[in-house]
């Protein structure tokens, strides 16, 4: 089964879903087939922060402060309110009325979806999935699995959307997130033996993340295992002259190590395919 083959399968079941909801990516809503996102500025910023809090409560005070920010006009409730019959009427569309999606709290407001209509929330539980595979050994499951995850994004998180003070932490928490479950899916390739397969998609991360101690040594550990060791030891040079030219320090110990044993061409790193990488 191919990655490709596997991502088109769980998208062809997220497709029928009545209602789906996107934050990874340009802000997404689709109800019964139909993009129905709000255009106006308020309401999309509104619907992003109840998408990105899917299934969880958003008090009415976290959505003032959403949308306007430490000065709220004196009439914020009761336009919060509007912005909310807005969305609802957005979901209360032909042939079925799922307004009742977004429910109304004591304190506020949740928008309810299923786990696997919110690609936030189908990111989570792949990369679960994922990272439970590569702790029990299994670098081809976890590979795969991995790389679902990384599938449902389609650009950098909200990207169409201003970011307010709440939503803005998510944003960054997500990116922080897929950068992980990146730099572990690289790592199952590698344990794989996908060296060679790797040295694109590492040589532009490097430039895209050029100070990520982790994936410059994901790129020197392809490039050793791909017969090219001045290169991997050049990869090391160029990072150590960033790292000390924007803060000082040098790179991580591991990294040095790392370093240390591609230029001495230590039989160590020769291990086989399907071993962890140093």
């Given at each position: ?15 029928e879903l009545p209602l789906r909801v996107g934050v990874l990516g340009p802000l997404s809503l689709v109800v019964d087939g139909h993009q129905r996102t709000p255009s106006a500025p308020k309401p999309r910023q509104l619907l ?164 990520n101690e982790n994936i410059h040594a994901q790129y020197m550990v392809a490039l050793y295992h791909s017969g090219r060791r001045l290169a991997a030891l050049d990869v090391f040079h160029r990072l150590r002259c960033r790292l ?35």
């Open positions: 089964m191919t990655r490709a083959g596997t991502v088109g399968r769980h998208g062809a079941e997220v497709a992003a922060l109840l998408a990105l809090n899917a299934n969880r409560t958003v008090r009415a005070s976290e959505c003032v402060a959403e949308l306007w920010g430490a000065c709220p006009p004196k009439t914020a409730i009761s336009t919060l309110q509007t912005y909310v019959l807005y969305i609802r009427q957005v979901l209360r569309t032909a042939p079925a009325d799922h307004s009742h999606r977004l429910i109304t709290r004591s304190q506020g407001y949740q928008l309810d979806v299923a786990p696997r209509a919110c690609d936030r929330l189908a990111f989570e539980y792949l990369a679960r999935r994922g990272r439970a595979a590569r702790a029990a050994g299994d670098p081809a499951r976890a590979s795969a699995l991995l790389g679902q995850a990384l599938a449902l994004w389609r650009g950098p998180a909200l990207a169409d959307v201003p970011p307010g003070p709440l939503s803005s932490v998510h944003v960054v928490e997500l990116e922080e997130a897929r950068t992980g479950v990146l730099e572990q899916r690289i790592e199952a390739d590698l344990r794989l033996g996908r060296h060679h397969q790797l040295l694109d998609e590492l040589a532009v991360l490097t430039s895209r993340h050029p100070l000390g030219g924007s803060f000082g320090i040098e790179p991580v110990p591991r990294l040095r190590r790392l370093y240390e044993a591609i230029d001495a061409d230590d039989p160590a790193l020769r291990a086989p395919a399907g071993t962890a990488a140093p």
